[in-house]
Nanobody, 124 residues
């Protein structure tokens, strides 16, 4: 069983920055693709960013491209999401997820394990 624990959420003002962290409980973390998704009230969970197992390939939703950066430290079993220039529309619960095998990074169905989520709220 893989456990993913997110942290770093909070309440900030528009234009501020936050860095989310996701710590994984297993040594096989370094073999997994990792993704960040978010879900706002009344909306479906949507893709935010993803990173390949070796950190070489990264993927972003158009809405966050240029503002958010995903990275990982396999020695610490941790993936990060640096969020800059935050906007009120970024308000959501942010989830990290681990993907063992194939499938598109952009879709929730490709991921095998999910964290419990961390709340990000951006005021205008």
């Amino acid at each position: 069983q893989v456990q993913l624990v997110e942290s770093g959420g909070g309440l900030v003002q528009a234009g501020d920055s936050l860095r989310l962290s996701c710590a994984a409980s297993v040594r096989t973390f370094s073999n997994d693709g990792m993704g960040w998704f978010r879900q706002a009230p009344g909306k479906e969970r949507e893709f935010v960013a993803a990173i390949s197992w070796n950190g070489i390939n990264t993927y972003y939703a158009d809405s966050v491209k240029g503002r958010f950066t995903i990275s990982r430290d396999n020695a610490k079993n941790t993936v990060y999401l640096q969020m800059n220039s935050l906007k009120p529309e970024d308000t959501a619960v942010y989830y990290c997820a681990a993907k063992h095998v194939g499938g598109s990074y952009y879709y929730t169905r490709a991921y095998d394990y999910w964290g419990q989520g961390t709340q990000v709220a951006v005021s205008s």
